[in-house]
């Protein structure tokens, strides 16, 4: 089969999609999936750089977003069978014809959703509809405000939809007039175009100066210093990703006076991503998840936004789209 390989951690510029790579025995637990769109995210750049907080055996194949046809079904898998279509997060090895991977975390998908469409699917809309639905997280009820940050990427795409689906007023920010009119389009009541007006204050503009009950931000910098700034007193901030490149200091002293609340989230920890492989603790919950995304799909109701399509020829291409932040949506590659 073909597989881009990482033989040793370097740039993913010095990747190569190389030809006849052995494929892997499925042991128990695991499927074989042929694989029809893997998406590509900036992660993979720290992935392939031994720089992630988990790093898989050399040599490898990155790529952990996929979606495909069941293949091959290992010893111990229940919930699968041969020619499912399937879609979801696997620790490794997207970027190739097929694909050796857990069970754990694939999950069955509709026959009207496209596989670009479905790679979208898991961990972008269910990370957004954790940060947003989990009780422990931003909690979000009918009639409460939202800000989401990076509105026309996929995870702000898709917490967009998502918002707008739990009742809230969504408030969005997004670079450029296309950016801003495509989050327009998936349904934020308001949008700010970051590069021409002062966010925090126009937010608070909107919201008569009261400020927003939470906010999604997978930027960091200098965006997370001034959300707080406009967070409603008892507030909540998710941070769920750095995309600035810069990693925020929390200013305590900010929280005691407005009573605000801090909640991380890093969905890999559900789907084995970290060193503490929980995932079959948590399937039945994300499972769940999963069910409320693909219903709300054939309902019309999300999109599972897909900006760019390429072939996995194309596959530094797509990196270099993500990298200049000119999709919007999320960027698959199709084998």
Known sequence: MRAVRVHEWTAFEALRLEEDVPAEPVGRGQVRVSIRASAISIALQLFVSGRYQRRPPLPFTPGSEIAGVVG??????RHLAEGDRVAGPIDW???ADEAVASAATLYRIPDDMGFAQAASLSPSYATSLAALAWPHLLDLTPGKTLLVHGASGGIGVAATEIGKILGA???ATAGGRAKCDFAAAHGADH???HSAQDF???VLDLTGGAGVDAILDPVGGDVF???LRCLAPEGRICPIGFAGGEVPSVPANILLVKNLSVVGLNY???VGWSPDDVRESYRDRLTRDIDRLAAW???GRISLATSHTLPLTDFHEAMRIVVARESMGRVVVVP
């Open 200 to 202: 925090r204050q126009t």
């Open 93 to 95: 090895g997207g970027l």
């Open 225 to 227: 210093a001034q959300s």
């Open 268 to 270: 890999g920890y559900y």
């Open 169 to 171: 007023t969504v408030i």
């Open 72 to 77: 091959e079904v290992g010893p111990g898998v």
């Open 297 to 299: 799909f054939q309902d």
């Open 191 to 193: 949008v700010i175009d």
